[in-house]
């Protein structure tokens, strides 16, 4: 029993109406409100309060519905926003809106479930915020956009609300991701592809192996630099986007880079970091439907 428990429980100020039928305690303090009003929002609540208790006096103020991990303050703006009462001075919308989806997901209300999630939409949220979110109410289509921001986070800026908020389990698996990525990048960076692409029909040999300097050098100071660079890097599904827009190296020709960008397309090797991402999504989302 916590401390809230062992106090002497008070009515709350506005949300006690003197002619509720139904009290629910949330910390230390008493609602007293209209069942018909919730159970209009929520049939799974009428189907949940419909179901014997062995106590005659169940939901009185001498046994009320004791309201587990929903505080005071949360139920109070879900009330606020059932009830439509402005008197209680609004708090920041996310925490309103978290409120509104703490309590409906608890009942399964689903009208109020979209209302707080179209509204937390619109808002600006850390992505690892956004995780979390979903993960404690069952949001799977946060999921990948989510995930899609904090792969290019660098762990060791992340602070401690943010690695609390993605939790140890998904920490781990996007750590071990950005590893296997960091490591692809590396890989890529080093070595230089498509170097055995054959001579074009308008390309000499003797042209073509000055070509394979050329692109050499282009690859070392255009994009292995943007691959690697430390705080900006270039998602590899961007390399071959960057070789198509960036100037014609000097002793290369159209026909060879052409034929090298195909050779790039056909290895399909540019796509790994996404196939990691996305392993990275089935993993976290089936982790959460697992919870």
Known sequence: M?????????????????????????????????????????PALEA??????????????QLPIVLHQISEEDFTYFLNWVYHISSVPPPPE?????????????????NSIKFAIDGLENLTLQPTRRLELARLYSIPQWIAPAIHEIIPMSLVNTTDTEAAQMGFKVYT???????????????????????????????????????????????????????????????????????????????????CRQAMIDAMIE?????????????VIRAVTSYFSSL
């Open 2 to 42: 916590d401390a809230n428990q062992r106090l002497a429980p008070h009515r709350h100020s506005e949300f006690w109406f003197g002619d509720g039928n139904i009290v629910f305690r949330a910390s230390n303090t008493l609602f007293c409100v209209h069942r018909g009003v919730l159970v209009r929002h929520s």
């Open 173 to 255: 698996i996007i750590a071990r991701a950005k590893e296997v990525i960091e490591r692809e990048r590396r890989a890529l960076a080093a070595y230089p592809p498509s170097l055995l692409v054959s001579p074009s029909f308008s390309c000499s040999a003797r042209s073509h192996s000055r070509w394979k300097e050329a692109w050499s050098g282009f690859w070392w100071k255009k994009v292995a630099r943007a691959i690697l660079h430390p705080t900006n890097p270039l998602p590899l599904t961007q390399t071959l986007q960057l070789i198509i827009e960036a100037p014609l190296p000097d002793g290369m020709n159209i026909a």
């Open 267 to 279: 290895l399909d090797g540019l796509e790994v970091e996404e196939r990691i991402i996305e392993g």
């Open 94 to 110: 996310e925490q309103l809106l978290v409120a509104i989806l703490k309590v409906s997901h608890l009942w399964m209300i689903s």
């Open 48 to 61: 949940i309060l419909a179901m014997p208790s062995g106590y005659d006096t169940d939901g009185t103020e």
